[in-house]
């Protein structure tokens, strides 16, 4: 029965439903990735995602536009990014508290949503696979990383940009040093609060696509607390890739790798016990980053709230 | 040096092409704060091409004058003139626009980022939303050239030097065009060699025209760069005048107030029996390379043995073992003949031995409880503090008055919590516990590091008087000015190994100077 693991067919499906499978990981570990460099820790993404799940798809049901849904996404994810933003910023909350406290938010209101708006479990269909000319002919290739959804190119696409406006642009360099010395960056000019409003949204707008990429491009379904931790998964990836687009993309794909080879274990109705197999990304995940600790040092600003001495 | 001479002919210009700042006036400046007064109506001015020296002791006023002068701050009342006319500075942008620039006292670095991206944060680029680092960093070279100021722009700033960090910040203010340049204490984190450097740099700054603030509370620095000194005590100016017409010693007493006594009388001991001896003591570091390497001497009763060395050579590590908070790796330390070596400090404390650590405000106290409470730290499990388990309050309270009252610390009650109060009351309370348990032996590391004059000479008599009642003690300091002062013996630690021990006679600063170097002289002396 293993060894049917081994056939070139199981290989490119479980490689090109790992690469699918980063999707959301991708979108919401990057959209942290800026506000940790910038000093906040957001664990509320979970909840950002799960309402940003619902409002992709109850637009998109009743719409039947997929980019409205896409859109709807966004804002909720702005708007949750802007109540973060105030709460962190401006009435200086302790992040890690608050952060759960948006993530309880997420997972009851997108429920309560779902409850009163539509009732019932239904699917759309979702975003079809938007073959690349010529690239999607090679073989085996072509099938992995060619012949996707349209989030998903998107989702590959966002690591070199992050890293491109982390790095190259002056945004960047501002982000950079709110992250690790606040007080340098006031004594210049740069508007702490500004930056991090900015990149908070930005987490917030990103989360909701990565929700929005499992209700209407991956799974096709919103169900009651469908993300099941994928979000506070996204944030160890950002400790894992080193606060660095690079290396959250590294992580990204490691860990839903694993997931789309016990996937591919299930399917293929391989004894190992499904509990077993389900748990296999998250062990690894744990393993993997009690294993890098302390390899790349966190922004010394992160999880600190600025004010000015007076 | 033609160079130069041609900018100070050109008109108004400075070396970076920036203008000149003729003057700048500060007029009845008054700022109040809840409770304090914390300037009152205070005249300052400086000029292009000089250094006035804004002299205090700590909390006299001198950052709140400055940060308002930088915009940090807004005065109640007072107006500022630039060249003669009002102007109005409410932010450090607006003040960085008018040409002045501040080299705070603790850097406005970011460490993780280069020199070059430093320099260019908060800037506008040539390039809209992409950076233009490789022109920052040709501007950074141009500039840096000018007063020799040898900078790598791609080098991190986590790489480099105290010294080397506080020329990029000097390099952040020319290139945001500051023609005045405040600089808050800027020596007291330098060795004193970086410092002679820096005052090369001061004084091609003010040939060119820049004009510059110097604060300090460090006297010899202040006679020793500034034109111009001007003296605060309690928010109150003192007075102005050419530093060539003051001394040392007319400054102390105008910022303390009272005669201040640099030589305190250290009377003549005979000295004891030998208290402390370390025989070939080694230990690491934090570093996992060697922190002692077979360091071996002794200490009377009634005799001070001064530490002198550079700072990172051992001092530290020599104080944390003798202490009981670091394992030695060799060799063997006795306090009064009992072989004590990697004893715990509570065992230590049974023999009496007390310990004034140089992080005071880390290993000295904890922050967050009360003065009473940090009074009885070291004793607080035993008779009269607690009986049974239970903390004797009405002891404690008795017990902290009275060495508030004896060591004069001040503070708005023994239940004040210790971080409210100033460096050197926090430091008079760790004297108070650790000395009025007249202990047998004292290890004092760095103690008036930070401490303003008169909280200097406080402590300073307190180790002679604790010479006197006959404990032995071992000072560690960086400055050669307190080890002469007060010093039976003198100890040169260099890279873990102490390389000489020379009687007070004997130790010159040249002599010294030249073992804190490495430099092994040619004869020993006996001690």
Redesign the interface.
């Known amino acids: 029965m293993i060894s049917e693991l081994f056939s070139v067919t199981v290989l490119i499906g479980i490689l090109a439903s790992g690469i699918r499978l980063a999707t959301p990981y991708l979108y919401a570990s990057i959209g942290e990735t800026f506000g940790q460099r910038s000093g906040v820790l957001n664990l509320g993404v979970e909840g950002q995602m799960l309402l940003g799940a619902f409002a992709a798809f109850f637009v998109a049901l009743t719409t039947g536009n997929l980019w409205f849904g896409v859109l709807a996404a966004m804002i909720v994810g702005a708007l949750m990014g802007l109540l973060m933003a105030f709460v962190t910023v401006n009435l200086h909350a302790q992040q890690g508290i608050s952060g759960i406290g948006f993530y309880l938010f997420g997972l009851g209101m997108s429920d309560l949503l779902f409850q009163k708006l539509m009732g019932t479990v239904e699917t759309v269909k979702g975003f079809p696979p938007l073959k690349i000319p010529f690239l999607s002919n090679i073989p085996g290739v072509g099938e992995i990383f060619f012949n996707q959804n349209i989030l998903v190119y998107g989702a590959y696409l966002l690591v070199p940009a992050a890293w491109f406006v982390l790095n190259?642009?002056?945004?960047?360099?501002?982000i950079?040093?709110v992250g690790?010395?606040p007080?340098?960056?006031d004594?210049?000019?740069?508007s702490v609060a500004r930056v991090r409003y900015f990149t908070i949204i930005l987490g917030g707008v990103l989360s909701g696509i990565a929700g929005a990429s499992l209700s209407i491009a991956l799974l096709n379904v919103f169900q009651q607390n469908m993300t099941s931790g994928l979000g506070f998964i996204a944030v160890a990836l950002v400790y894992f890739g080193g606060w660095r687009p690079w290396g959250v993309l590294g992580g990204a794909l490691l860990f839903s790798m694993v997931n789309s080879l016990q996937l591919w274990i299930q399917v293929l109705g391989i004894p190992i016990p499904s509990d077993i197999a389900v748990m296999m990304p998250y062990v690894l995940t744990i393993l993997v980053l009690v294993a890098t600790v302390s390899r790349v040092?966190a922004p010394?600003a992160l999880t600190r709230p600025f004010e000015r001495e007076? | 040096m033609g160079a130069q001479d041609g900018a100070m002919t050109d008109s108004n210009k400075l070396p970076s092409g920036q203008t000149r700042i003729d003057s700048i006036e500060m007029r009845g400046i008054t700022k109040r704060f809840p409770g304090v007064l914390a300037s009152d109506h205070v005249d300052f001015d400086v000029k292009s091409g000089e250094v006035h020296a804004l002299l205090g002791e700590n909390g006299a006023g001198k950052s709140t004058l400055m940060k308002i002068l930088y915009g940090m701050?807004h005065p109640d009342e007072g107006q500022i003139f630039l060249n003669g006319k009002p102007v109005s500075i409410a932010?450090?942008?607006d003040a960085?626009n008018h040409g002045i620039g501040m080299i705070?006292q603790h850097?406005?670095?970011?460490?993780?980022?280069t020199v070059a991206?430093?320099v260019?944060?908060?800037?506008?680029?040539s390039r809209g939303?992409?950076?233009d680092l490789d022109r920052v960093s040709k501007r950074i070279v141009e500039l840096a050239g000018i007063y020799g100021l040898k900078i790598d722009p791609d080098a991190y700033v986590w790489q480099l030097s105290v010294g080397q960090q506080q020329r990029v910040e000097i390099i952040?203010a020319l290139y945001r065009g500051a023609a005045l340049l405040i600089l808050d204490e800027p020596t007291a984190v330098l060795t004193p060699q970086e410092v002679d450097e820096f005052f090369v740099i001061m004084h091609q700054m003010v040939k060119d025209g820049y004009a510059l603030i110097f604060i300090s509370h460090k006297l010899h620095e202040v006679v020793e760069i500034s034109n111009r000194v001007t003296v605060l005590r309690n928010g109150k100016k003192i007075g102005t005048r050419p530093t060539s017409e003051t001394t040392k010693q007319d400054l102390a007493n105008w910022m303390v107030g009272r005669e201040v006594d640099f030589a305190p009388d250290r009377g003549n001991i005979q000295r004891g029996e030998v208290r402390l001896k370390l025989e070939q003591v080694s230990c690491g570091s934090d570093r996992g390379t060697p922190g002692l390497r077979e360091v071996s001497l002794e200490i009377h009763s009634g005799e001070i043995l001064g530490i002198a060395g550079v700072s990172g050579n051992g001092q530290r590590e020599l104080a944390e073992t003798i202490a009981g908070l670091r394992k030695t790796t060799g060799g063997h330390i006795y306090l009064e003949e009992k072989d004590v070596t990697n004893f715990a400090p509570g065992d230590l404390t049974e023999r009496m031995l007390s310990y004034i650590p140089e992080e005071r405000m880390r290993d000295g106290m904890i922050k967050d409880f009360t003065v009473a409470e940090n009074m009885i730290l070291r004793e607080h499990h035993k008779m009269p503090f607690s009986a049974s388990g239970f903390l004797k309050l009405k002891n404690i309270s008795t017990h902290s008055e009275k060495l508030i009252a004896q060591f004069h610390v001040k503070t708005p009650s023994q239940e004040t919590l210790a971080k409210n109060l100033s460096g050197g009351n926090i430091q008079k309370i760790v004297l108070a516990r650790e000395i009025s348990r007249n202990p047998r032996a004292i290890i004092a590391a760095q103690p008036t590091r930070g401490l303003d004059i008169g909280a200097t000479e406080y402590v300073r008599e307190q180790l002679l008087d604790q010479r006197k009642r006959g404990a032995a003690v071992m000072l560690i300091s960086e400055d050669l000015d307190e080890i002469l002062a007060l010093s039976d013996r003198v100890a040169v630690i260099y890279e873990g190994k102490i390389m000489d021990i020379l009687s007070r006679q004997n130790a010159t600063r040249e002599r010294l100077g030249l073992l804190m170097a490495g430099v092994q002289s040619g004869e020993k002396t006996p001690a």
């Not at chain 1, 190259?168 to 501002?174: A, V």
């Not at chain 1, 004594?187 to 740069?190: A, F, H, K, P, T």
């Not at chain 2, 260019?120 to 680029?125: E, I, R």
Request: glycine share 6%; proline share 9%; charged share 20%.
């Open positions: 190259k642009t002056t945004l960047g360099l501002k950079r040093s690790e010395n007080d340098a960056a004594s210049l000019g740069v040092r010394t007076d | 701050y932010s450090p942008t960085i705070h850097f406005m670095l970011v460490p993780t980022l991206e430093n260019a944060l908060g800037l506008p680029s939303p992409l950076t952040k």
